[in-house]
């Protein structure tokens, strides 16, 4: 498996010699190269096609992903359902992952909230993540927010100023970036939340278009 651009996580230790995506996931189910696995119920690792020629990187998982071990399936995944119809993008077509494969969280009162996470966890996890870009080999790699497009593309990016253009990239002919699903939830007013989901919508479309 390729190393380029990653750390020397003590999760590199734990690859099998000939990879597969399933015998990653199960691999991946006992990491403890970082303290996250103390904090989540269990490795939320990616799910999609072998095939997918697009692949979706978000942030980690959260409180409903986390208790279900699925990526993409809280109030953000079905959000992100929706706006990947609405563009013509079929999601079993496709393989969503997350830079961090624990849920990173703090308590408020009774709820779990979404703690980012460091730089030191994103490193220490980046293995699974290049491990699951090599295996899928997508013609695309759509970072969702910020935390993905920076552990992508550099710190330096910034996604209000490029969201939605194709990048070339030593991971994949092109990484586009754009918001994450859950920024749109979390929108102050219903009319924002409309723009910003119909922004959203169109960033997918423009993928669409590259990956027909
Ligand atoms: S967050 Fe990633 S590196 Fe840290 S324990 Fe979980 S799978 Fe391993």
């Known amino acids: 498996m390729p190393r380029a651009n990653s750390s020397e ?27 996250l696995w103390k904090k989540g119920t269990q490795t939320v690792f990616g799910e999609g096609s072998r095939r997918a020629n697009v692949l979706f990187v978000g942030e980690q998982p959260g409180n409903e992903e986390d208790l279900k071990g699925k990526p993409f399936v809280g109030p953000a995944g079905r959000l992100f359902d929706n706006a990947m119809e609405a563009a ?3 999601r ?4 969503v992952t997350n830079v961090v494969k624990h849920f990173k969280w703090e308590p408020r009162g009774k ?5 980012k996470p460091n730089s030191t966890e994103i490193a220490a996890c980046r293995p699974w993540l290049e491990t699951e870009i090599a295996l899928v080999k997508p013609q695309v790699i759509v970072a969702l927010g910020a935390t993905a497009a920076q552990a992508l593309l550099g710190p330096q990016f910034r996604v209000t100023k490029q969201r939605g253009e194709f990048i070339p990239s030593t991971l994949a002919p092109y990484v586009m970036a754009t918001v994450h699903p859950s920024s749109i939830l979390r929108a102050p007013d219903d009319e924002t939340r409309q723009l910003e989901l119909r922004r959203f919508i169109d960033d997918l479309k423009k993928l669409a278009r590259v990956i027909k």
């Open 111 to 115: 709820r779990r909230i979404h703690k």
């Open 88 to 90: 013509g993008i079929d």
């Open 9 to 35: 996580s003590k999760a590199w230790d734990l690859i099998p010699t000939r990879p597969t995506l399933s015998s990653v996931k199960t691999a991946a189910t006992g990491c403890r190269a970082c303290d």
């Open 92 to 95: 079993k077509q496709t393989y």
